[in-house]
């Protein structure tokens, strides 16, 4: 679908006119919106607008890096928006004095919204398509924050909940929260380098206004790339945590075992020397002799208890 917005030489908004009254209507600008188009829609491109042909295939293909690339009658914006499934989308934007094409394959809310201000705020008009293009950058960087508080939201409720008693399925959570930053990230920081190289583009020229509104959409982004590397250090705190403590428990175990193996040693040898059975042993005629090993036996085991206890090792099964 093809959606038209054109504003005249004298400030009246003219929407949904066909293509072919762009040139026929005298307009200040006029901006046209690829919103999921056709094959026969997406020729226009070439047939109807003439963009060069590397700009046309960046549209066409599979999903680009942010970038701006200069042309000589245009500039081209490639623009990453992220939808719920926090998969990245490609918005492209051509942009002059003149106009500002949008295309997007998938929907993309951001340019509804940006469209409807536009209609409903007619001061706007007259600030061109370089406040346009803005704009759109703008709410799609704005939709990155919702994402990404949501993870933050996740990951302290989790943090709150991790304990030593904690199995196996916090840390799958902890893992798919991770990878989620990791897709974040991998389009919030192109789109942070591609806002510095507006703000320092000199073939990208800004009015001292306009470099004010980018430069806010930059600082946005530096926020959202700290938010994302803290949230990272977070899950890696938090695997490191559940790490150590599931060490300290095996090591429990450990100890439990060690220390009943080490009681039952000398146990085992007394009752294996008591046990073999030669004709000469004075200690299998005697009338007492097998209440005497046991209370040896018993003797040595609660003395090796109590040494372990003083040495401080039951110490280690606290958690």
Not at 14 to 20: Q, R
Not at 168 to 195: C, G, H, Q, W, Y
Request: charged share 25%.
């Amino acid at each position: 679908m093809i959606r038209t917005i054109g504003i005249t030489k004298d400030q009246k908004l003219i929407k949904d006119f066909p293509l072919e009254d762009i040139h026929k209507n005298e307009f200040e600008w006029y901006w046209v919106d690829f919103n999921c188009p056709t094959d026969e829609e997406e020729l226009l491109l070439d047939t109807f607008f003439h963009f060069h042909p590397l700009a046309i295939e960046d549209c066409l293909m599979r999903l680009q890096r942010p970038k701006l690339d200069f042309y000589d009658d245009f500039h081209f914006f490639v623009i990453q928006r992220v939808n719920e499934e926090l998969t990245a989308e490609e918005v492209n934007i051509f942009v002059s004095n003149k106009f500002i094409v949008t295309f997007h394959k998938n929907v993309a809310p951001e340019i509804d919204r940006v469209q409807m201000m536009l209609e409903k705020q007619p001061k706007n008009w007259e600030r061109g398509t370089i406040y346009l293009t803005y704009q759109v950058i703008d709410k799609i960087v704005d939709s990155y924050f919702p994402l990404v508080y949501k993870i933050e939201d996740h990951l302290n409720a989790l943090e709150d909940e991790l304990t030593y008693q904690s199995n196996l399925n916090a840390m799958k959570i902890v893992f798919e929260f991770r990878s989620d930053l990791l897709d974040l990230r991998r389009t919030i920081l192109p789109m942070r380098d591609l806002l510095y190289r507006i703000l320092n583009s000199y073939r990208f020229s800004l009015k001292k206004s306009e470099r004010a509104y980018f430069g806010d959409i930059y600082d946005h982004l530096l926020k959202l790339s700290e938010m994302i590397e803290s949230n990272r250090e977070l899950t890696a705190d938090m695997r490191d945590s559940y790490m150590a403590m599931s060490s300290s428990r095996m090591n429990g175990i450990m100890m439990t075992l060690t220390i009943v193996s080490t009681i039952f040693i000398p146990l085992t040898f007394i009752a294996g020397v008591y046990g073999m059975n030669f004709e000469y042993m004075p200690e299998l005629h005697g009338r007492f002799s097998y209440f005497i090993v046991l209370g040896i036996m018993i003797f040595i085991a609660l003395f090796m208890l109590a040494v372990f206890k003083l040495k401080g090792w039951f110490s280690l099964f606290k958690p």
